[in-house]
């Protein structure tokens, strides 16, 4: 198992690398939209290739931290209803969410995306507007995105394993919503 677990952590410390730097591109995004949006209504003036540029800025930056995000137990559920479990039953409840769709919707999704990725690469696809960005790259970004969500998802199943084995402490929340909501749904005190 600890081997298994130094696997873990080496998925961990690589996708919350990429998940990291590639958030940044959010704020990059904004700074070239004002900049465009400036340039265009102060000197009439405006390239395609740069709004597309925001579009793969805001791609990178939605696909590329997706594992970084379920890493970092930020990903949607259902916290109100989650809270009311007991340990066990949520553990059972990640372990088949892992289990049966998350790992088989990441491998069917980088198995039908490598050979759109791949078509467009060897036709050197273009973007339709004119001035327009080549669309390859990006379409490449979808198979690897979600190869990168996929080992995240073994992380997480071997993580929970070895919580429900007793070979790791569950890990406490760093901050975000999930404490916040999960006392909201605990019944007040008088």
């Given at each position: 198992m600890q081997a298994l677990l130094s696997l873990s952590r080496a998925i961990d410390a690589l996708n919350t690398w990429i998940g990291r730097t590639v958030a940044w591109l959010i704020v990059l995004a904004a700074v070239i939209s004002a900049g465009n949006a400036i340039i265009r209504k102060l000197f009439d003036t405006s390239s395609n290739a740069w709004l597309e540029l925001q579009w793969w800025m805001f791609a990178i930056a939605f696909l590329l931290a997706a594992p970084w995000t379920l890493k970092d137990n930020e990903h949607i559920r259902?916290?109100?209803?989650?809270?009311?479990?007991s340990q066990r039953t949520r553990n059972i409840i990640e372990l088949i969410g892992h289990v049966f769709f998350l790992l088989p919707?990441?491998?069917?999704?980088?198995?039908?995306?490598?050979?759109?990725?791949?078509?467009?690469?060897?036709?050197?696809e273009q973007s339709k507007d004119a001035g327009g960005l080549p669309q390859w790259p990006i379409k490449w970004l979808i198979p690897l995105a979600f190869a990168l969500l996929f080992a995240q998802g073994l992380s997480e199943l071997i993580k929970r394993i070895a919580i429900m084995r007793g070979d790791m402490e569950e890990p406490k929340p760093k901050?975000?919503?999930?404490?916040?909501?999960?006392?909201?749904?605990?019944?007040?005190?008088?």
């Open positions: 259902i916290d109100i209803v989650s809270a009311r479990l919707a990441a491998a069917l999704i980088i198995y039908t995306s490598w050979n759109y990725a791949a078509i467009s690469w060897m036709q050197n901050g975000g919503y999930h404490e916040a909501v999960t006392s909201a749904a605990e019944p007040l005190k008088p």
